[in-house]
């Protein structure tokens, strides 16, 4: 089984609805977060939380939210959904102890 | 401000060695990571460094000088699955990871 999970893998939505894109993970890491990716560009980082208590806005949080229900688990909400917010988005987990990360396979949003 | 900045692409053909450079502004400074992503997936973690110096894995190589806010990937005996895009990470104190925009490599026959 794959260590970082996230669903949907693709999903296609409406302007102005609610979409929630979940992650788990099973490595037992603490560290967990959100990046999008726009075609042909680096990562961009939405939200990052180091463990439940702890949530931190990244680069381009506007527009998002999250939730880190538990260790495993970190979701990412939008509101309310633009076009420009067409994007494929990943989870990522770390241990923090050598700065890697294990991304998920993605979720593919397309947004109307 | 914070950046990185890497080349769009890089071409080589199979075989050969090739470098991808990665150069950095930041604050906070803690380390250097590569990751690999193949189109249509996800990133995977090559290699790290934190301090000055070679750090080699297998046919991948990285280079760090902290000094000159400077890094490279050296890739060699290329082969045909090494094409994929390539992105310089770095350690920061005030978003944790930035990554740069990626180096997309192609490798010919």
């Known amino acids: 089984d794959a260590d970082v999970t996230q669903t949907p893998r693709n999903r296609i939505t409406k302007t102005g609805k609610r979409i929630m894109l979940e992650c788990s993970q099973t490595k037992g890491h603490d560290r967990m977060y959100w990046y999008r990716q726009d075609p042909g560009l680096g990562l961009q980082l939405i939200y990052y939380?180091?463990?439940?208590?702890?949530?931190n806005k990244g680069e381009i949080s506007d527009g998002y939210s999250v939730s880190r229900q538990a260790q495993a688990k970190f979701s990412l909400s939008l509101e309310s959904a633009i076009p420009n917010q067409t994007a494929l988005y990943f989870c990522?987990?770390?241990?923090?102890?050598?700065?890697?990360?294990?991304f998920g396979p993605g979720t593919r949003l397309l947004v109307l | 401000g914070q950046s990185l900045e890497q080349p769009s692409e890089v071409t080589a053909v199979e075989g050969a060695i090739v470098q991808i450079n990665c150069t950095y502004q930041t604050s906070g400074f803690y380390g250097l990571s590569w990751y690999q992503q193949h189109d249509g997936g996800a990133p995977t973690f090559l290699s790290y460094n934190a301090l000055d110096g070679l750090e080699e894995t297998g046919r991948f190589s990285s280079f760090l000088s902290r000094s000159d806010s400077y890094g490279y990937l050296l890739l060699q005996e290329l082969q045909m699955k090494d094409s994929a895009s390539y992105f310089c990470a770095v350690g920061s104190g005030t978003y944790k990871y930035i990554f740069g925009t990626g180096t997309r490599l192609k490798v010919l026959a």
């Open positions: 990522a987990t770390s241990d923090g102890r050598e700065e890697t990360q294990y």
């Open positions: 939380s180091f463990d439940v208590k702890d949530i």
